[in-house]
């Protein structure tokens, strides 16, 4: 009998950018994260003949689906499991367009795997899995506020900030590339570490998220929302100065910057922040979500824009 896991995506407001160790997937900073309401994953585990992974339906090939059977070699390897497995994702996030799927794939699959052997975990080891999966996973496991703490194997592991805060809180995806990205968050962070200002980035980042603390405790948009988007700048300066150096901003990455940038001088207040990919998410107060959206629509051409606001954490569907 299969075991469904549902787990929502994050977005990172003070990010991780830099491992310490790439095999156990340890960050070199901790961060802090917001999970979404409207992009999740489902995936179901169930003990087969064969290893085979369904996205959304398809049969991937075994190039495309290593990931999830490597992760799943190390889970068996712990737990002492032979089986192998039919793993079945749907995805309700755009893939590999700047929201990070592997968060909530993650998130999901090791809530899966865990519920269908019936070991028992608290949720602090349950983002110690996911993270082993993919570091920003290990925020998927709680809704609302995460902090995923740096540290060693057994301390690097997510905990709850606030599950269900009350701060009004919006965030814009404004999807205005579907390319898939050409470098992978992976090979991202490896690049950065070449940067020479790449030791400044890890003090920021740690000051940045005890101000970002203070911030949500204070239900203080103005300040959340131009740390996170500080932040974000951070975050790809180490990108662009690294040696060789390259960014994930596309022509549009910059109008959509410009036009946050513009409208915050018309008093509509908002700001953006950006992962590994070109697209923009914009960070507001539910009075202005009209008003930006809006504008967007009418500034880009088939853009496709999800209003999403504070998700919850892992659930399970049978
Ligand atoms: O864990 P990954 O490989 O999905 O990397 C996430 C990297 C960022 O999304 C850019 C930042 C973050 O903290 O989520």
Redesign the pocket.
């Given at each position: 009998m299969k075991k469904t896991a549902r787990a929502h995506t994050?977005?990172?407001l003070?990010?991780?950018?830099g491992k310490k160790d790439p095999k156990l997937?340890l960050p070199l900073m901790s961060?802090l994260?917001m999970t979404l309401d409207k992009f999740y994953t489902d995936t179901s585990i169930e003990a087969a003949e064969e290893n085979s992974f369904y996205l959304n339906n398809e049969k991937q090939t075994s190039n495309a689906s290593k990931r999830v059977f490597s992760y799943l070699e190390m889970l068996k390897k712990k737990y002492d499991i032979t089986d192998n497995f039919t793993v079945s994702s749907i995805n309700h996030v755009p893939t590999a367009a700047g929201l990070?799927s592997?968060?909530s794939a993650f998130a999901a699959l090791a809530s899966a795997f865990c519920a269908y052997y019936n070991i028992n975990v608290d949720k602090k080891e349950l983002s110690r899995l996911a993270r082993m999966g993919?570091?920003?996973?290990s925020?998927s496991i709680y809704g609302g506020f995460a902090i995923?703490q740096k540290g060693d194997d057994n301390s690097s592991f997510a905990y709850s900030l606030d599950e269900k805060p009350k701060m009004d809180l919006h965030l814009l995806a404004i999807e205005l590339n579907k390319n898939q990205k050409s470098i992978?968050?992976?090979k991202?962070?490896e690049l950065a570490q070449t940067s020479s200002f790449f030791e400044t980035w890890i003090q920021k980042n740690d000051s940045e998220l005890n101000e970002m603390i203070q911030a949500i405790k204070d239900e203080d948009f103005t300040k959340l929302g131009s740390l996170a988007e500080l932040n974000a700048s951070e975050?790809h300066a180490v990108n662009l100065s690294a040696q060789p150096p390259f960014t994930y901003f596309e022509p549009d990455t910059i109008k959509a910057i410009k036009l946050v940038e513009n409208m915050r001088t018309q008093g509509i207040e908002c700001y953006y922040t950006i992962?590994?990919g070109p697209n923009v998410k914009v960070l507001c107060q539910l009075r202005n979500v009209k008003d930006i959206k809006q504008r967007f629509e009418s500034s880009f051409n088939n853009v496709t824009i999800i209003d999403a606001s504070f998700g919850p954490g892992v659930s399970y569907l049978d």
């Open positions: 994050n977005i990172a003070i990010k991780y950018w997937r961060s994260s990070a592997s968060s993919s570091g920003s996973a925020r995923w992978s968050s992976t991202g962070m975050m992962d590994a």
